[in-house]
């Protein structure tokens, strides 16, 4: 679905060059960091202003907004659904590990294998 929404909107993110994909990992993160915005004022983070209350409904509609963006960002790197599910699998692993461990040392080398 979303591939089919990023060719209507003119991003087609087959065949993508480095340089195309470097651009468009900058938007979608760019897009994020915005969609991130609006999820956190959906929240009341401002403690001097009485007014706000929480917006559930609309949360959920940031959460989603996110993930149409991390899709998209996916499909550009050349993963598939399947691709995503199997790195978080191996990802959640590594955070296991670390947490056993005690993560008391940085190693860029424990993720190379995703």
Not at 8 to 13: D, F, H, L
Not at 85 to 101: M, P
């Amino acid at each position: 679905m979303q591939k089919a929404l990023n060719q209507r909107i003119g991003v087609k993110t087959d065949g993508m060059s480095e340089e195309e994909k470097t651009r468009w990992i900058l938007n979608y993160c760019r897009a994020m960091s915005q969609e991130m915005a609006e999820l956190t004022d959906s929240v009341p983070w401002k403690w001097w202003a009485k007014y706000q209350k929480f917006d559930e409904q609309n949360a959920r509609v940031e959460v989603v907004d996110l993930f149409h963006f991390l899709i998209s960002m996916a499909q550009v790197l050349g993963m598939d659904a399947d691709d995503v599910f199997a790195a978080y699998v191996k990802k959640n692993e590594v955070n296991f590990k670390r947490q056993d461990t005690g993560y008391t040392q940085k190693d860029e080398n424990d993720s190379k294998h995703i």
